[in-house]
């Protein structure tokens, strides 16, 4: 079969051997492997480069991989803060980021990540880097919820905005899609937002927060 584009990316870059160890920790522990793609991951340790945030929020930890990703891009003083439902997928996680020596660094709540991103907003908490990564169907009401904890110029990424395909197809119905679908409009749309959409691997959308004086235009 004829590689896909993406596996010919892949094979340009040498095996990660600290990812690799992430992604088998994960497999140990039965959970799922539905970590970000490698060349996300990549992405992700970029975008957190250029835009050096101070404070990152990560809606969704599973096992770390996307938090390690996060964590290489961050300066001395960033931090990472991590919502997970699961105790278990956060105590893996944590343990990666220790492992990584990210220890110092990450923090995780565990617990649903709306109630959690509300409580947060209550705190008067703000972040300037968001990775949307957890239940699909909440991802309009994440979106919502970053915009009310960004910090002008913050940018909001968000993994799985096309479901494999099914976020595409009109004869597909069901309510996480039908989410999907929800989420990529308002990502197209909102004024608030300066946006991308980016169809490779299972697709990622890229937004960045308007600063005030921006919104009139
Ligand atoms: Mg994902």
Redesign the pocket.
Known sequence: MKPTAEDYIEACYAEDTQLQAVLARIDAAGMPQ????PGYGRLLTLLVLMCQPKDVLEI?A?GGY?GLCLARGLDAAGKLLSLELQPAYAQLAAETMRACGYGEQVQYRIGDAKASMRQLAEEGRRFDFFFI?AEKKGYPAYLELALALARPGALIVA??VLLHGRVADPLERAGHVQALREFNAAVAADPRLDSAILPAY?GLAIARVKAAGQLAD
Not at 34 to 37: G, L, P, Q
């Open positions: 539905i970590s970000v793609d969704g599973l996307s990564d993994d799985n299972d």
